[in-house]
C-alpha cells in the first residue's frame, strides 16, 4: 500500500484545516489507519487512530479531543483528519500511516506501519 498525505498548510489561532490521507492501490477499509505529528524538537506523537476492529472505533489523544475528527471516505479512498479550533501547540509535520485492518489501535506499531510523507501544519498570528 502507498499513502499520501495532504492538506497541510498555515493558518492562525483558531482557524482549521482539513487534512487527507490517501489510501492507493488497496481499499482504505483494508487498513486500521493513524494520524500521527512531529512537532520541532519533539517527539512523535499519534494524534488519532481510527480501526474496524470490534465494531469499529475511533481515538484520540486528549491534546486534540474535541477539536480534530478522523473520517473515512469509502468513494475516495482516503482518510479525512478534520482540525479546527487550531493552536499554535499543534505546529508540526502531520503524518498518516497504516496497519492492516486486522490490527486494534492498541496494537497499532509505528515499526510495522505503512508511512507516507508529511504534510506541513503550521498555526501562528
Known amino acids: 500500500v502507498q499513502l499520501q498525505a495532504s492538506g497541510g498548510g498555515s493558518v492562525q489561532p483558531g482557524g482549521s484545516l482539513r487534512l487527507s490521507c490517501a489510501v492507493l492501490?488497496?481499499?482504505?477499509?483494508?487498513?486500521?489507519i493513524a494520524w500521527f505529528r512531529q512537532a520541532p524538537g519533539k517527539g512523535r506523537e499519534r494524534v488519532s487512530c481510527?480501526?474496524?476492529?470490534?465494531?469499529?472505533?475511533?481515538y484520540y489523544a486528549d491534546s486534540v479531543k474535541g477539536r480534530f475528527t478522523l473520517s473515512r471516505d469509502n468513494r475516495r479512498h482516503t482518510v479525512e483528519l478534520q482540525m479546527n479550533d487550531l493552536k499554535v501547540e499543534d505546529t508540526a509535520v502531520y503524518y498518516c500511516?497504516?496497519?492492516?485492518?486486522?490490527?486494534?489501535?492498541?496494537?497499532?506499531?509505528?515499526?510495522?506501519?505503512?508511512w507516507g510523507r508529511g504534510t506541513l501544519v503550521t498555526v501562528s498570528s
Open positions: 481510527d480501526t474496524l476492529v470490534g465494531g469499529g472505533s475511533t
Open positions: 492501490e488497496f481499499h482504505v477499509d483494508d487498513y486500521t
Open positions: 500511516a497504516a496497519v492492516p485492518r486486522y490490527y486494534h489501535c492498541s496494537e497499532f506499531s509505528a515499526d510495522r506501519a505503512t
